[in-house]
T-cell receptor, first 117, second 116 residues
């Protein structure tokens, strides 16, 4: 079973508008973290925002916010006031808490966002 | 702001050759990782490394692969006898700690490996 699902392979948004990128996850571990990364065409992976499973409030970082709905197991990324430079691939990732050290991320398949002028 | 660096940015090699991909993690981080991303596909975990030993590895990380921290700053991924299907972007990442589900991993810019 997929641990991270991103149902939108591609999204379009008009410049200056807001856009929501969907992410749902599957875990039975009570301790986990959810992350969003941006991958522009140049290929690097840029960390955007983090949400912990015990966090009471939704995470925000500048124009990025995370709509965390724990009961629904969703962690959607909201980008406000889209800019042309936001055009990229966006990956949702989850890291589950474990007793042993050395943990890894599980990545979703990604959503390609295109911002239109 | 400190960042993870990787060299080279692009490596071209012949099938059957050995390659070493290099990474310099963020200096005060304790956990190091390698991931790969085959073109157009999602990022896949290869291995995590802590206290000079592998702490976890995926099914992908077979005997063809090895990792090493040869000194206090570098973290390397060696691929022996490369195959065509090893062509991918390889990302190094590091995190301050590895406990719980809350630790952010910071990724390097990647090394694009092309096996001919």
């Amino acid at each position: 079973a997929q641990k991270i699902t991103q149902t939108q392979p591609g999204m379009f948004v008009q410049e200056k508008e807001a856009v929501t990128l969907d992410c749902t996850y599957d875990t039975s571990d009570p301790s986990y973290g959810l992350f969003w990364y941006k991958q522009p065409s140049s290929g690097e992976m840029i960390f955007l925002i983090y949400q912990g499973s015990y966090d009471q409030q939704n995470a925000t970082e500048g124009r990025y916010s995370l709509n965390f709905q724990k009961a629904r197991k969703s962690a959607n990324l909201v980008i406000s006031a889209s800019q042309l430079g936001d055009s990229a691939m966006y990956f949702c990732a989850m890291r589950e808490g474990r007793d042993n050290y050395g943990q890894n991320f599980v990545f979703g398949p990604g959503t390609r966002l295109s911002v239109l002028p | 702001e400190p960042e993870v660096t990787q060299t080279p940015s692009h490596q071209v090699t012949q099938m059957g050759q050995e390659v070493i991909l290099r990474c310099v993690p963020i200096s005060n981080h304790l956990y190091f990782y390698w991931y790969r991303q085959i073109l157009g596909q999602k990022v896949e975990f290869l291995v995590s490394f802590y206290n000079n030993e592998i702490s976890e590895k995926s099914e992908i990380f077979d005997d063809q692969f090895s990792v090493e921290r040869p000194d206090g700053s570098n973290f390397t991924l060696k691929i022996r006898s490369t195959k065509l299907e090893d062509s991918a972007m390889y990302f190094c990442a590091s995190s301050p700690s590895g406990l719980g589900g809350t630790d952010t991993q910071y990724f390097g810019p990647g090394t694009r490996l092309t096996v001919l």
